[in-house]
């Protein structure tokens, strides 16, 4: 009897590990547009000389409980052209277990950040454009994260690039 009941708490162990590892390292998060999944931050660089905008950057922050690192390169589908921009920095910071990062959500949670320059090629594009997707991908992830730019953030992206 002692056997079985050893036995029996020892799948049910083995149970619980497995469905909290799965939890905590699958990304099962929905969204329909890129800020709802993540946090994002566009903005124009303007010569102040000039007034004319010379470039732009996007960070993109996810925070998620899989330690994987992000891929460095991101893909932009400006109107159904794709650029692969790999003007990247990539950071990563492990998940902080201070109480004061709970009511945030961001403790146990590791931040991953991107951040992209992207040429003037694509800043033309962008301000011009009806819609625009913007894909990355975590290092040894079957599938990209693939998602569109809001109405709301693509007219302030739009807002960003007042001189093209």
């Not at 890129?34 to 994002?40: D, K, M, P, V």
């Not at 990539?90 to 590791?110: E, R, W």
């Not at 694509?122 to 301000?127: A, G, K």
């Not at 302030?156 to 001189?163: A, F, V």
Request: charged residues 20%; glycine residues 4%.
């Amino acid at each position: 009897m002692r056997k079985k009941t050893a036995i029996l708490v020892f799948v049910i162990v083995a149970i619980v590990a497995y469905c909290k590892y799965t939890v905590f390292s699958y990304d099962n998060r929905t969204a329909n547009n890129l800020s709802a999944y993540c946090n994002i931050d566009f903005r124009g660089v303007t010569d102040p000389q000039t007034n004319n905008v010379t470039g732009a950057t996007l960070s993109v922050v996810d925070l998620r409980y899989d330690s994987r690192p992000l891929e460095k390169l991101l893909i932009i589908d400006i109107d159904g052209k794709t650029y692969k921009i790999d003007s990247i920095e990539i950071s990563a910071q492990p998940p902080t277990y201070s109480p004061k990062d709970f009511p945030t959500g961001k403790g146990f949670k590791h931040a991953n950040t991107l951040f992209v320059t992207f040429p003037l090629q694509v800043l033309e594009e962008i301000s011009h454009a009806e819609t625009i997707k913007v894909s990355f991908k975590y290092v040894n992830s079957d599938s990209a994260i693939e998602l569109p730019l809001s109405t709301v953030d693509l007219q302030y992206w739009k807002n960003q690039l007042p001189s093209l």
